[in-house]
């Protein structure tokens, strides 16, 4: 990993220490380029840019995101928002027989909206008893011949514990239940093999780690699971033969196309595929190892400050979310923004998310920094 040429590629990190992208992944010149181009075109050839440029491009970045997921051509669907996928999944299930969902309290609240607005939904919410993980057993013990599906996610936003994905799994699938993961605090920073965990669904999208851009998101579907589900709400985009403009038959794409919501944020299209190069072309195995060490230097060095990091005891289940409780988040994340240090609060803890392309040196000036803050 040549880290100069990877920061040159990433402006804001000329500017400032920016330590924030499980809020938003620092845009890229590549990113930026693939912008430029897509603008360029919609001067150039207006409408007519859809057949010889932009249609490729969404058939491009579905490739991408299935690469990443090890997933089969077909199983990812390109979608506005993570919640805009929950609702589609929602809608294709069920619910007469089985309507249990189990989720956690650490899950993110849109993972939890999405059942309390249905009156026909019984929500299991679990807690965690050491405030970061949830185990495994606590799914097991809760499911039953009601439940649905687990909703739960890949990493914690809370705590940035990483969830043993094959073991849920397992046992929503034992239950005959669901599994539905949140995976947009994990892609990206947390290499995935979504086929060989046998997940039912993952959603997950380019805001946060894959440097991409806002207002688009990725649902993948387990191949065979496809073609067994058909949601109730829909557009011209999850149609088989969406060309024909046919308004007297509608049939679902054969392939996780039928998911779609309609024509794609085309700018964040752009965006993404600049952001998925270069993580494309560094790995993720690079990356998590690279992270893992940023991370480990965090806890290290803020443990030896003082702060009691509210983070996994094990590097293996530790993402690079990494919560600090405080007793000012908010004065602290100013006082930080004033030395040109970028972070993030949440309810009583300040939040650091370095990335692969951030330095050791970075690690420790924020550590630095926030002592003298809470002093």
Same mark, same amino acid.
């Given at each position: 990993?040549? =880290?100069?040429?990877?920061?040159?590629?990433?402006?804001?990190?000329?500017?400032?220490?920016?330590?924030?992208?499980?809020?938003?992944?620092?845009?890229?010149?590549?990113?930026?380029?693939?912008?430029?181009?897509?603008?360029?075109?919609? %001067?150039?050839?207006? @409408?007519?840019?859809?057949?010889?440029?932009?249609?490729?491009?969404?058939?491009?970045?579905?490739?991408?995101?299935?690469?990443?997921?090890?997933?089969?051509?077909?199983?990812?669907?390109?979608?506005?928002?993570?919640? +805009?996928?929950? +609702?589609?999944?929602?809608?294709?299930?069920?619910?007469?027989?089985?309507?249990?969902?189990?989720?956690?309290?650490?899950?993110?609240?849109?993972?939890?909206?999405?059942?309390? #607005?249905?009156?026909?939904? !019984?929500?299991?919410?679990?807690?965690?008893?050491?405030?970061?993980?949830?185990?495994?057993?606590?799914?097991?013990? +809760? #499911?039953?011949?009601?439940?649905?599906?687990?909703? /739960?996610?890949?990493?914690?936003?809370?705590?940035?514990?990483?969830?043993?994905?094959?073991?849920?799994?397992?046992?929503?699938?034992?239950?005959?239940?669901?599994?539905?993961?949140?995976?947009?605090?994990?892609?990206?920073?947390?290499?995935?093999?979504?086929? +060989?965990?046998?997940?039912? &669904?993952?959603?997950?999208?380019?805001?946060?780690?894959?440097?991409?851009?806002?207002?688009?998101?990725?649902?993948?579907?387990?191949?065979?699971?496809?073609?067994?589900?058909?949601?109730?709400?829909?557009?011209?985009?999850?149609?088989?033969?969406?060309?024909?403009?046919?308004? *007297?038959?509608?049939?679902?794409?054969?392939?996780?196309?039928?998911?779609?919501?309609?024509?794609? *944020?085309? @700018?964040?299209?752009?965006?993404?595929?600049?952001?998925?190069?270069?993580?494309?072309?560094?790995?993720?195995?690079?990356?998590?190892?690279?992270?893992?060490?940023?991370?480990?230097?965090?806890? %290290? *060095? @803020?443990?030896?400050?003082? &702060?009691?990091?509210?983070?996994?005891?094990?590097?293996? /289940?530790?993402?690079?979310?990494?919560? =600090?409780?405080?007793?000012?988040?908010?004065?602290?994340?100013?006082?930080?923004? !004033?030395?040109?240090?970028? #972070?993030?609060?949440?309810?009583?803890?300040?939040?650091?998310?370095?990335?692969?392309?951030?330095?050791?040196?970075?690690?420790?000036?924020?550590?630095?920094?926030?002592?003298?803050?809470?002093?």
């Amino acid at each position: 990993m040549n =880290i100069d040429r990877i920061r040159a590629s990433f402006p804001i990190l000329q500017r400032r220490n920016y330590l924030n992208s499980c809020s938003l992944g620092a845009l890229s010149t590549r990113a930026e380029a693939r912008l430029q181009d897509f603008v360029a075109q919609w %001067h150039g050839f207006g @409408a007519s840019a859809w057949y010889d440029h932009w249609w490729e491009r969404l058939g491009e970045l579905r490739g991408r995101v299935e690469s990443l997921f090890a997933a089969p051509p077909g199983t990812v669907a390109l979608m506005p928002s993570t919640s +805009a996928c929950l +609702a589609a999944i929602a809608s294709s299930l069920d619910w007469t027989v089985r309507n249990r969902i189990v989720t956690t309290a650490l899950d993110f609240p849109t993972l939890l909206y999405q059942w309390k #607005v249905r009156p026909d939904a !019984e929500m299991v919410v679990l807690e965690s008893p050491d405030g970061v993980h949830i185990d495994p057993q606590q799914f097991a013990d +809760a #499911v039953d011949d009601r439940t649905l599906a687990i909703a /739960t996610s890949h990493v914690f936003f809370t705590t940035g514990a990483i969830q043993d994905l094959g073991a849920i799994a397992d046992i929503a699938r034992r239950a005959g239940a669901y599994s539905l993961i949140d995976g947009y605090q994990g892609a990206g920073q947390v290499p995935v093999d979504l086929p +060989a965990t046998d997940v039912d &669904f993952y959603t997950a999208g380019p805001l946060k780690w894959l440097c991409g851009g806002t207002g688009l998101a990725y649902l993948y579907t387990r191949e065979a699971l496809i073609p067994t589900l058909e949601p109730r709400i829909t557009s011209w985009f999850a149609s088989r033969d969406q060309f024909d403009f046919n308004p *007297g038959e509608f049939r679902y794409h054969p392939d996780a196309r039928r998911f779609e919501l309609g024509t794609p *944020g085309l @700018a964040t299209v752009h965006t993404a595929l600049g952001g998925q190069e270069i993580v494309d072309e560094v790995g993720m195995e690079a990356i998590r190892a690279r992270n893992i060490a940023l991370t480990d230097r965090l806890v %290290h *060095g @803020a443990r030896a400050a003082g &702060f009691t990091p509210r983070v996994s005891d094990s590097p293996a /289940t530790r993402s690079a979310v990494i919560t =600090i409780p405080h007793p000012r988040p908010e004065s602290a994340v100013g006082h930080l923004a !004033e030395r040109d240090i970028i #972070v993030d609060s949440r309810p009583g803890v300040v939040r650091a998310s370095p990335h692969f392309y951030n330095t050791a040196d970075e690690i420790d000036e924020f550590v630095q920094v926030l002592n003298e803050a809470t002093r």
